[in-house]
């Protein structure tokens, strides 16, 4: 049976004029696509054609049915093909997600079952739990091309991208798009649907082409989605973590390393986090979110995968002497987030064996060379941070160190904040799959009551990003990054005027639960990109729970991760290039495991090859190893008394000039104890004036110092899916069935832990056929 209805008070849900649910019949001749919306109020129809192995041809019904009028439709069907086979019942499906061609049929991919995730303003967003592929041709016209080897061979590569895994989406809600974004998006058109974060593009481009319109289909965001309802003394509140992976230079580990000649960088991951307070219904809600990158550092640059050799040499490929990728790259960044680029630059300094230092050295030339064409208040601002050097020394004071970055960030950067109406940025969605519908002009939208009670009320704008990155943009950049979201934490909640405990103390319960959701964060992205979860020393070591266990686990994630690098990851990257549209199978021509590396990395004269997404030429150089210079410790850094600009994304608002001299070498060490004790860090300076009157609204939602702990509080949390519909009646309750989406009900599970418990194995054991090095590297960390 399922479980008891739930009286706890929730915001109305989205239910727009857009189809959510479809089901699939066939003819000997055509597909029929029966889309509804969610309210059942009507239905429409798409044809397609199973007569033709060359095209893709799809035909739309531009009326909208009621349910008895589809049911005859239904009927006349069934009964005009009695004769030739039948009017067949094929699946139910949630949307479909695109379609694909390898050698001679078209096949369609579609939604088979979803879960739901989480709300962002009234706007469900689902992952998908399970797809299909289906084949559009009839069979009796399919040649031995579609049954030969290769044809098998490419749908099985296929599928080494897994759907049901880390990719979601909404029907009502840009997911592609950060919050900011969405709140002041006035584009409309599916061209949403070609944007970097949307994986399956290319999937959707030929269906996007013949509707003009995005009713049948999903845009895919690839990445990372949490969601945890939170109450603190009795306010509540909703953090929501998403991460969206770039489709552009895309990959794993190895084949995927730095720049592209057009400025696109390897683990390219746009993280954002949401707070948004709990309201009653009918009020407006008050919303905030902040967002930091990460991504490989932007040089020409690679390693080659070495079975015998867990730590490969990195080689700088070619030499740019304009560095024209890279500024091409943080061009990109400025015409996203804004002007104040912020870089935090993890790599490291000092070692044995030239490795991180030599594109450390490179990246800083780099900086330097790029910061003189530029006035100063529009420069990148560097901080050179050796974090693993740091961390030898007290997980507790590296940590510290980046609390202190990210504040300095934050004041440059500022976070988004508004207070919105549930639905908020639905209109655009209308509009984007309904084209026929006439759009209203500027002056009925502003002289609509309704429109006018629709709008957001604005207060903050970010303007600028904080991008991270280490070797890897893996486990030092989760752990920086996690800082960043820890302290952003506090002026989130300080903004919507939540009172409790200083967030940025590890004690606290937030911040504990906030840890958590990162380390979930950075296992997923780690397992997408480097092949296992990510190493938590760092924060098993801040937590103060680095033990034999933990060293166990870290140990068996290296051990992973090399096996993956060295054997799995060239079937992924073929089969992400399939996906994405990089590599075009052709009758006649080599097929891609065929290639070496180089050719189906690198674009050619008339290849079938995308040469957006090339490689960079292998060419051996090495940098001069020059560091930028710069006098500025760290203890002046944390005295500083700034006032920064604010400015709206994109140069919204105008503000005051920055002086503020970031650090670009190795910064001297501290004499502070801890920084969630520094008083200069938390203490409001004063009220300010909110947007759009003030120069500098940081210092008016800087959040206060709480007095320590001497009140009581409770915290409880929530996680998403004790938030929504239980599992129904109608499907099992295991672990095995909780994405089951059957009928009307939608079940959910966004908390899961993707760690595992490694029983105590001795450490021969475990390295068992590896080489010595390598056993010197899981235990030394070094090969030597």
């Known amino acids: 049976m399922g479980s008891e209805p739930r009286f706890e008070p929730r915001p109305e849900l989205i239910n727009l004029p857009v189809l959510h649910k479809f089901k699939l019949y066939a003819t000997p001749s055509n597909f029929y696509l029966i889309g509804r919306d969610e309210n059942k109020s009507f239905r429409r129809i798409l044809k397609i054609d199973r007569r033709d192995l060359n095209e893709l041809n799809l035909y739309e019904d531009p009326t909208r049915y009621t349910k008895e009028e589809m049911r005859e439709?239904?009927?006349?069907?069934?009964?005009?093909?009695?004769?030739?086979?039948?009017?067949?019942?094929?699946?139910?499906?949630?949307?479909?997600?695109?379609?694909?061609?390898?050698?001679?049929?078209?096949?369609?991919?579609?939604?088979?079952?979803?879960?739901?995730?989480?709300?962002?303003?009234?706007?469900?967003?689902?992952?998908?739990?399970?797809?299909?592929?289906?084949?559009?041709?009839?069979?009796?016209?399919?040649?031995?091309?579609?049954?030969?080897?290769?044809?098998?061979?490419?749908?099985?590569?296929?599928?080494?991208?897994?759907?049901?895994?880390?990719?979601?989406?909404?029907?009502?809600?840009?997911?592609?798009?950060?919050?900011?974004?969405?709140?002041?998006?006035t584009e409309r058109g599916n061209v949403h649907d070609n944007t970097m974060f949307v994986w399956n593009a290319f999937l959707t481009r030929q269906i996007r082409r013949i509707l003009q319109n995005t009713i049948w289909t999903v845009a895919l965001v690839y990445g990372f989605f949490q969601q945890t309802k939170c109450s603190v003394s009795g306010e509540e509140f909703v953090f929501t973590i998403i991460a969206r992976r770039s489709r552009h230079y895309a990959g794993t580990r190895y084949l995927r390393r730095g720049v592209n000649d057009i400025g696109r960088v390897a683990n390219d991951v746009e993280t954002e986090q949401i707070v948004s307070k709990v309201v009653p219904a009918g009020q407006k809600i008050p919303i905030t979110s902040v967002v930091q990158i990460r991504g490989s550092i932007p040089l020409f640059w690679s390693q080659e995968a070495s079975v015998f050799n867990p730590q490969p040499e990195i080689i700088l490929n070619k030499k740019d002497g304009n560095y024209e990728a890279t500024q091409q790259h943080f061009k990109n960044l400025r015409e996203r987030y804004g002007k104040r680029i912020i870089i935090l630059n993890l790599?490291?300094?000092?070692?044995?064996?030239?490795?991180?230092?030599?594109?450390?050295?490179?990246?800083?030339?780099?900086?330097?060379?790029?910061?003189?064409?530029?006035?100063?208040?529009?420069?990148?601002?560097?901080?050179?941070?050796?974090?693993?050097?740091?961390?030898?020394?007290?997980?507790?004071?590296?940590?510290?160190?980046?609390?202190?970055?990210?504040?300095?960030?934050?004041?440059?950067?500022?976070?988004?904040?508004?207070?919105?109406?549930?639905?908020?940025?639905?209109?655009?969605?209308?509009?984007?799959?309904?084209?026929?519908?006439?759009?209203?002009?500027?002056?009925?939208?502003?002289?609509?009551?309704?429109?006018?009670?629709?709008?957001?009320?604005?207060?903050?704008?970010?303007?600028?990003?904080?991008?991270?990155?280490?070797?890897?943009?893996?486990?030092?950049?989760?752990?920086?990054?996690?800082?960043?979201?820890?302290?952003?934490?506090?002026?989130?909640?300080?903004?919507?005027?939540?009172?409790?405990?200083?967030?940025?103390?590890?004690?606290?319960?937030l911040a504990i639960e906030l840890m958590e959701a990162y380390q979930n964060m950075g296992n997923t992205l780690a397992l997408q990109y480097g092949g296992s979860e990510a190493h938590s020393k760092m924060f098993c070591d801040l937590r103060g729970n680095w033990n034999m266990v933990t060293r166990q686990r870290d140990i068996f994630t290296a051990m992973r991760r090399h096996y993956n690098n060295a054997y799995q990851d060239s079937d992924k990257q073929n089969a992400i290039n399939v996906f994405l549209g990089h590599f075009r199978p052709r009758v006649g021509r080599p097929a891609l495991w065929e290639l070496d590396s180089d050719q189906h990395n690198i674009g050619r004269a008339g290849s079938n090859l995308d040469i957006e997404n090339m490689r960079p030429l292998i060419r051996r150089s090495f940098s001069d190893n020059i560091l930028m210079d710069c006098d500025l410790n760290l203890g002046e850094l944390v005295r500083e008394n700034s006032q920064p600009s604010h400015e709206g994304l994109n140069g919204g608002v105008s503000g005051t000039n920055l002086d503020f001299p970031f650090c670009e070498t190795e910064p001297a060490s501290l004499s502070f104890l801890s920084v969630m004790r520094n008083e200069d860090l938390l203490r409001e300076t004063g009220s300010g004036q909110m947007f759009p009157g003030s120069s500098s609204n940081y210092v008016a939602h800087r959040p206060s110092d709480v007095p320590g702990f001497a009140h009581s509080y409770k915290t409880k949390f929530t996680p998403a899916e004790e938030m929504f519909e239980r599992c129904s009646s109608r499907s099992s309750c295991s672990s095995d069935n909780l994405f089951t989406d059957l009928d009307e009900s939608v079940t959910s599970l966004t908390k899961t832990n993707s760690s595992f418990d490694f029983p105590i194995i001795g450490g021969s054991d475990l390295l068992s056929g590896f080489s010595n090095e390598f056993a010197r590297w899981v235990f030394s960390g070094r090969p030597w």
Do not use: W
């Open 73 to 185: 439709l239904k009927r006349r069907m069934s009964v005009g093909n009695e004769d030739s086979g039948g009017f067949k019942a094929i699946t139910t499906c949630y949307g479909i997600i695109g379609f694909v061609r390898f050698l001679e049929p078209y096949y369609m991919l579609v939604i088979t079952k979803r879960k739901k995730v989480g709300e962002i303003c009234g706007h469900t967003v689902y992952g998908i739990a399970e797809s299909q592929m289906i084949v559009i041709p009839h069979p009796s016209i399919l040649t031995k091309v579609a049954k030969s080897d290769a044809e098998q061979r490419y749908k099985r590569l296929l599928s080494v991208v897994n759907l049901s895994k880390n990719f979601y989406f909404s029907y009502t809600y840009h997911l592609m798009y950060t919050l900011q974004k969405n709140i002041g998006n």
């Open 347 to 509: 790599l490291k300094t000092g070692e044995k064996k030239h490795r991180e230092n030599i594109l450390r050295g490179e990246f800083a030339k780099t900086i330097r060379f790029i910061n003189r064409g530029m006035d100063k208040e529009n420069r990148l601002k560097a901080i050179h941070f050796d974090l693993s050097k740091h961390y030898k020394k007290g997980a507790d004071g590296a940590f510290n160190h980046l609390c202190i970055f990210a504040r300095k960030a934050l004041e440059l950067t500022d976070l988004f904040y508004c207070k919105v109406p549930s639905g908020v940025g639905a209109d655009g969605v209308i509009y984007d799959s309904f084209y026929n519908n006439p759009l209203p002009s500027q002056d009925e939208e502003a002289n609509s009551p309704e429109k006018e009670a629709s709008k957001a009320e604005i207060f903050f704008l970010q303007n600028g990003v904080l991008r991270t990155n280490c070797i890897d943009c893996l486990d030092r950049t989760n752990f920086a990054q996690y800082a960043h979201g820890l302290v952003a934490l506090g002026h989130q909640l300080h903004t919507l005027e939540i009172s409790g405990p200083p967030v940025v103390d590890l004690n606290n319960p």
